[in-house]
């Protein structure tokens, strides 16, 4: 089978699978009910603060949406090990190699195309309640920001689409990444100080400050978190080439 046609038919694989696409229409909607949420009620009282930082909190709800990002990059991949579906899979592409880099690639690219659609609209409808102080695009850090919360949240569905191959398994993976994200990431940062701006999460979000503090830059937090999933990725791939269908 072609390059081509493995990528049509992983496509309509993905989008078949409804909690699949629910979750990737959630990393946009639920991350654009928060921010509508939030900035209507209590933006311009946060903004009045003497430390409050702008541009990090534009991105708010972003924190929200990298759930379902996450939930997006497993349920992609888990379907293919529920009733013996990767067998046929692996019958119609022998060439694993193939499959999982199409697989991966088509994951990735959805991820981005409506990550940055979500990070933008995040920013630019966040912006519409803020009155006196709403910052644009052009506040320094913003558009760096909003590229780089597009590619984060990519980079996050692909870190769990590759402990999905790894684990075989959304569950598990949904288990371990989201308590993480929401509970131990943070009581890891009190504990550990410096070293938690190396954790997955808490190195991809130093783009979306505007003066990061910390060893780290903006887009070195970035290759960190990108680092994280090309491990994940990695094991993936070995798992996948090693083990039976």
Known sequence: MSTTAVLRSEWIKIRS?????????AVFLATLAVTVLTFATVGQAEADNADAELVFGAFYALNFGQIAAIAFGATAISSEYLNGALRISLAAVPRRTLFYTVKMSLVGGAALAVGFVTSFSAFLVGQLFMGEYAIGLGEPGALRAAFGGGIYLALMTLFAAGLTVLLRSAVAV??????FILIVSFVVGDIAGGAAAYLPDRAGQLVLHQYPEGSLGPWEGLAVTAAWTGAALLAGWWALRRRDA
């Open 17 to 25: 699978v409804r909690s699949a696409t629910g979750s990737l229409a």
């Open 174 to 179: 949904l288990s371990l990444l989201i308590p």
